[in-house]
């Protein structure tokens, strides 16, 4: 069973301009050959959503006209045009909308669903995307558009940004994408608005990003970040998030947009696996986007020197949206405008900064959480997540069904790259059931192929074990294919368990399940709704990795030894000597601590072939 949404890097889809006329030559015949004699360009299957859609075909049937002049756009575009503003501008209140601030106002708006208070919530974002799609039209006007259209529209357009800002609470669903869209929209229709508005309504977009959007990020591993339905980051919305601040920054030239989408850029190539794989999010734990997001990670990719294009994107959106039948969608088509505008390409190089929350070398990654324990481990194509023991859910020690993971102090980190190797040394004091202060060093060595992760604790009652990981996907060409199973050697007995019970509080690796649907059964909102990510910590057990303890270990120390990804055999040797613990593996040697110590407490790693 492979997962639904991860598939393909997005730097994998060709981006020249050529390849970029041949898409735009795609959805001119479709549009053409669904052209009512109303004008609608909707999809016929198209029911939420939908109210910026036949706009949004209409922005790059424009597009195509400017860059090749086909002589049959014109009159396409003006009945489409003419279409949008007779038949999908509403000014009367939808019933039922519960964020308006003004009743009866007049204003325009877009709908969520066309028929009257069958699903308002959606109309806030509808008519920022809406907005945006008018702005693309309006940018793509000169010679196309006749002045008549050209009026109604902007009217329009200046009519949507005084709905959003004005008539309704701003940002009412707490989502930075929706937000930080409706700020771009404000940027680039104030460029088409006489000089006295077109500062006022510039100056308020940036005056909402500063005090609405940014005031209010949400930090997650180090980085602030803007909230994405109450959580820090979705792994769905987040790279929309950055595409949405990459366009601010182009069309706006304000600093503020380039500094925050550096600082997510560098969350998200920090929390992105090698080989693109990543899941968990306040709104879609796996639902990943595709031309969404190709903007944000190729501009800021470039800007900040990273190799974000590894994204994992839906190939199903690869170009734009579409519908089951592959037809295509106008949702969301001005990020195919903007991304065929930006000229940046994809910087392919991965990183060399090294980054406090991540171990990334060759086809080997490990993302930490904010708590510095794995959120995902990545060796021979194969992608752990953390387990769960008795509501517990991370990766440690095991003592009496207790896990050790959660620091209680400073957790100090220190990384080290020597002889064609990178690793990171984690220490966290932690405290058990027993109330008794331990030290737990996590040291993780990579040569690019293989993990090697070493965990010592001061010795532990009972029969301790190291949960290693809940083995749950590995590649499979450009999918990704759900597994319970991987290329894992332990220094001690390796064992793989299952849940003993069943329900959804229980997640086996081996059932057709994914973590998105587990995770959204124990939400407390419906899907779609819910936070999965919320849901998935009410996970009680699940498929599991259980280390035991390494042979050989100093007698005042539990030492739990494994290795992931491929190799011979597997024998760590360990000796101490005062405060210093030699770790001796097939590939490397490591010392942990030193005699003198660290002035500051910092942790000391020296390490070698």
């Not at 009367?92 to 325009?108: F, M, Q, T």
């Not at 039209?137 to 002045?147: M, N, Q, S």
């Not at 190709?294 to 959106?317: E, K, N, P, Q």
């Not at 194509?381 to 102090?409: I, K």
Request: aromatic residues 8%; proline residues 6%; charged residues 20%.
């Amino acid at each position: 069973m492979h997962l639904l949404h991860q598939r393909g890097p997005l730097h994998d889809l060709p981006d020249t301009p050529e390849a970029y006329d041949t898409v735009l030559a795609d959805v001119v015949e479709q549009a053409l050959a669904r052209l009512t004699p109303e004008g609608n360009l909707e999809h016929p299957d198209c029911v939420d959503d939908i109210g910026d859609t036949a706009l949004g075909i209409t922005s790059l049937l424009a597009l195509a006209w400017q860059r090749g002049k086909d002589p049959r756009l014109p009159e396409a575009v003006h009945r489409s045009l003419d279409f949008h503003l007779n038949e999908r501008v509403y000014t009367e209140d939808n019933a039922g909308y519960p964020n308006l601030r003004v009743r009866n106002s007049g204003l325009p708006y877009a709908r969520y669903t066309l028929a009257a208070g069958a699903h308002p919530i959606g109309d806030w974002p509808s008519t920022v995307w809406a907005l945006l799609q008018a702005v693309n039209v309006l940018d793509a006007a000169d010679g196309l558009v006749d002045d008549e259209q050209l009026s109604r529209l902007l009217d329009v357009a200046r009519g949507y940004w005084r709905w959003l800002t004005e008539a309704t609470f701003f940002n009412p669903q707490e989502a930075g994408n929706q937000a930080i869209g409706c700020v771009v929209g404000g940027l680039m229709l104030a460029a088409h608005l006489p000089g006295p508005e077109g500062e006022s309504v510039r100056a308020r977009a940036l005056q909402l990003y500063t005090e609405k959007i940014r005031a209010h990020r949400v930090e997650d591993r180090g980085a602030a970040l803007p909230p994405e339905h109450g959580g820090a980051y979705d792994n769905n919305y987040g790279p929309i998030s950055l595409s949405f601040l990459a366009q601010a920054h182009r069309v706006s030239g304000e600093e503020i947009f380039a500094e925050d989408g550096e600082a997510l850029a560098r969350y998200i190539d920090a929390r992105l696996t090698n080989g693109g794989f990543d899941n968990g999010g306040p709104r879609y734990s796996e639902q990943h986007s595709a031309f969404e997001s190709v903007l944000g990670l190729r501009y800021f990719g470039a800007r900040i020197g990273a190799d974000l294009g590894r994204y994992r994107g839906d190939s199903r959106w690869a170009r734009h949206a579409v519908k089951a039948d592959g037809g295509v969608d106008g949702h969301f088509a001005w990020m195919l405008v903007w991304q065929i505008q930006d000229t940046t390409r994809w910087h392919r190089e991965p990183s060399t900064a090294i980054a406090r929350h991540q171990l990334r070398a060759g086809t080997v990654s490990v993302a930490f959480d904010t708590r510095m324990t794995p959120a995902v481990v990545e060796a021979a194509g194969t992608y752990y997540l953390p387990a769960a023991v008795n509501r517990q859910h991370g990766f440690g020690p095991v003592v009496d069904g207790f896990l050790l993971c959660r620091p209680m102090g400073e957790v100090r980190v220190r990384d080290v790259r020597a002889d064609g190797l990178a690793a990171k040394l984690v220490t966290k004091p932690v405290v058990g059931r027993d109330h008794v202060l331990r030290h737990i060093q996590s040291l993780y060595v990579t040569d690019g192929t293989s993990l090697w992760v070493t965990v010592a604790v001061e010795r532990l009652p009972g029969r301790p074990y190291l949960l290693a990981g809940l083995p749950y996907a590995t590649d499979d060409g450009d999918r990704v294919l759900r597994t319970a199973e991987g290329e894992v050697t332990s220094a001690g007995e390796l064992r793989l368990t299952h849940p003993q019970s069943e329900g959804a509080h229980h997640f086996d690796a081996r059932a057709e399940l994914t973590q998105e649907q587990a995770a959204f059964a124990l939400a407390a909102d419906p899907r779609g709704y819910g936070n999965p990510d919320e849901g998935w910590r009410h996970l009680v057990s699940s498929t599991a990795l259980e280390a035991a303890p390494a042979p050989g270990a100093p007698e005042d120390l539990h030492v739990f030894a494994v290795r992931y990804g491929p190799g011979g055999p597997f024998a760590p040797a360990f000796e101490r000597d005062g405060e210093v613990l030699t770790v001796r593996t097939e590939a490397f040697t490591a010392r942990l601590g030193e005699v003198a110590g660290d002035a500051h407490g910092e942790p000391v790693l020296t390490l070698s072939v």
